[in-house]
């Protein structure tokens, strides 16, 4: 199954992303077109077209940006277009399990398989096994029973799996020196020497937004820009999967988002396709961006996305609202049962689907602060 979009419909969103004025997003991916295409020239334009772009950002945007994104876009355009890849089979974990020598805490049995391309999301709440997982993965926890199989490598050794796999753990390691001496230190040692180096540690500070901390320190820069700072430095190494370990925990609700959307285009890319494992509690942010999202309740999967999905029984919704119970079930003409957790209300029905439930309540001049449709979302099951 081909895992790319082809690069005239890219040129296409990106173009409507800037006509519309989402600046940020359109400047992101006119990064990544370019360096899918592999042109160093292209990639140079792309770099100084985000780091102009971000001296306008809390300004009016000039005309002379837009004519250089364009411009930009239409020499892409007329690049050779690469993308005929096909998704192929990274990794395979089958039947794995894990018990801790102290405590009492099990992964039960779990398979899972990996491609190119494919974002995996583990979520659950915590203390459920989340990272144990992910480490049973990363090859970091020696199994109890199941078995990994790494698709690509023939007999994996140690030094194989170490370049074939990245893990960016919740903790990022402490590093010493200059952000921007580590990322080219990191690029060195993967073999990306010379211009090639120093065009794409200029590449991954544009598109990490790392360039205005590239001179700073540890102790200078907040957690959220050190996860930031980490994925650009796995990416400098082109691994094939990528594990991450709560990535959203330390970012804030928009760059969350970005994060994940980027993540979910850098899977896909042709430069480096990738699988991608994530671990995270935001359930919502990680259902929009993953091709399948495992619940992880106890130690074992209780649902997951996709293959063998449980159709569901009934329609649930979530809803954030001043109004009080009885108004509530008197506007779903008591059609619907209520739950109320403190802080929103669940409503489940077995007649009425979402968008019925939501014009109820509109009919019925609910005040609604905040309404989700959450029947075929892991988080039912939480
Ligand atoms: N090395 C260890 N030895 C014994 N028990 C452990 C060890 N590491 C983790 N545990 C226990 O295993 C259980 C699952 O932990 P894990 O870190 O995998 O969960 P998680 O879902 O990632 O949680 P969180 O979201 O809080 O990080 C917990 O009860 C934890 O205390």
Redesign the pocket.
Known sequence: MPIYTPMHTRIVEIQSYLQHNDHSLAVRRILDASLDIADMTLLKEAIAVSQAYRQYKDTTVPTSFFQSANALLHKISNATDMFTDQTTSLVTAREISKT????N?S?RPISIQINTGDVLGIV????????????CMAGQLALDSGELHFAQLEKPDYYDIKHHLAFIP?RIPRWYGLLKDNLHFSAAISGVTGEENSVMVDFMLERLDLTPYAHLTWTQISSGYRTRFEIARILLQKPKLLIL??PLANLDINAQQSILTDLRFMAKSVHNPMGILL?S?QLHEVEKIADTVLL?KK?SCLFRTGEGEKTADAFVVELETTANRALLLKALDDKGELQFNGGFYTITSKELPAQDILSKLVNGSIPITYFRDITHSTKRFI
């Not at 203390?127 to 480490?135: E, I, P, V, Y």
């Open positions: 801790y020598s102290s405590g805490f992964l659950g709440e915590n203390g459920n096994g989340k990272t144990t997982l992910l480490r919740q370990d709560e671990s509690q992880i130690g």
